[in-house]
């Protein structure tokens, strides 16, 4: 997929930014070297890290003009019952046991491939120096954009009654914004390392899930707050959007070598569509694991 015109938009991109707090473009800045020491001391300790105010408050005012003008199109797969680790049913397991505990989970999002290349949205995403601040943030020697032409820069749309159910990531980390937070409810909970890369912790997830809060802490988000979230280990939700708006949230993908594409079964199944892209990624992945040529 082509990223949009390389035309020099560094003031645009700056001024959706708060650039005064984070000169994201400036890494010789004290400023940046501070903003990054704050994360990842944020993330070592559970997991999470915000950065309050990111967007300023005109970059928040376009990005939700944006998503307003796209949201007729946005797509809800029919909502689901998961368990907190997206796996099927085990019958051998006693009941109530957290394999066998499933929960609503509903889906809507505006698709990356309804942004254009001249929205703000899209120019921000795809400039270089977020995803090096964003691989600064993190540790990591390099970072790609998520090349999936459908998936790569989405917006999940809660609508009211809507929520997103405990459960871990399958992803390393997650990099999201608040554009619009519910009027009341669509909070995001998380218990930090719950479990670890050895250990499952099943009893503890299951007193979580029994409705034990002592572990549960609340993010207090605002619109235009980044967060980064580590959620492999952390039990994490959204609680039940109980406002009359939408629950509006940016969710920004990268990875960790470049060409990464999702799958044509959960591309369908997640977003309602799947582009040439897709179908030619699956053709390489089969060829690619073929012996006969
Ligand atoms: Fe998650």
Redesign the pocket.
């Known amino acids: 997929m082509s990223p949009p015109q390389n035309t020099d938009h560094t003031e645009l991109y700056r001024s959706l930014v708060d650039h005064a707090r984070y000169p994201i473009d400036r890494p010789q800045a004290p400023r940046f070297a501070e903003v990054i020491r704050h994360v990842r001391e944020e993330l070592a300790v559970d997991g999470c890290a915000v950065l309050d105010g990111f967007l300023s408050e005109a970059g928040v005012k376009q990005l939700l003009a944006e998503c307003r003008a796209r949201r007729a199109n946005a797509y809800f797969s029919p909502s689901t019952k998961t368990n907190v680790y997206f796996s099927s049913d085990d019958p051998a397991l006693p009941p109530g046991h957290p394999r066998r505990i499933f929960m609503e989970r509903s889906n809507g999002f505006i698709t990356s491939d309804l942004f254009g290349t001249e929205t703000s949205a899209r120019r921000l995403y795809y400039w270089p120096p977020l995803t090096a601040f964003v691989a600064a943030c993190l540790g990591k020697r390099s970072l790609y954009i998520y090349d999936d032409p459908v998936s790569n820069m989405i917006v999940n749309v809660g609508v009211p009654g809507s929520c997103?159910n405990w459960?871990?990531?399958t992803?390393e980390f997650?990099i999201t914004t608040l554009l619009q937070a519910a009027a009341s409810g669509g909070h995001f909970e998380y218990v930090p390392n719950l479990r670890d890369a050895h250990d499952e912790h099943y009893d503890e997830v299951k007193q979580v899930l029994d409705g034990d809060t002592a572990r549960v802490r609340r993010l207090p988000l605002r619109a235009g707050d980044l967060q980064l979230?580590l959620?492999r280990f952390s039990l994490?939700?959204v609680t039940e959007n109980t406002g009359a708006t939408d629950r509006l949230l940016l969710i920004m993908s990268f990875a960790g070598k470049p060409g990464m594409i999702g799958s044509v079964h959960r591309t369908r199944e997640l977003y309602g569509k799947v582009t040439a892209a897709h179908i030619e990624a699956e053709r390489r992945r089969v060829r690619s694991d073929a012996l006969m040529d």
């Open positions: 997103f459960h871990f990531d992803n997650t979230f959620g994490h939700r």
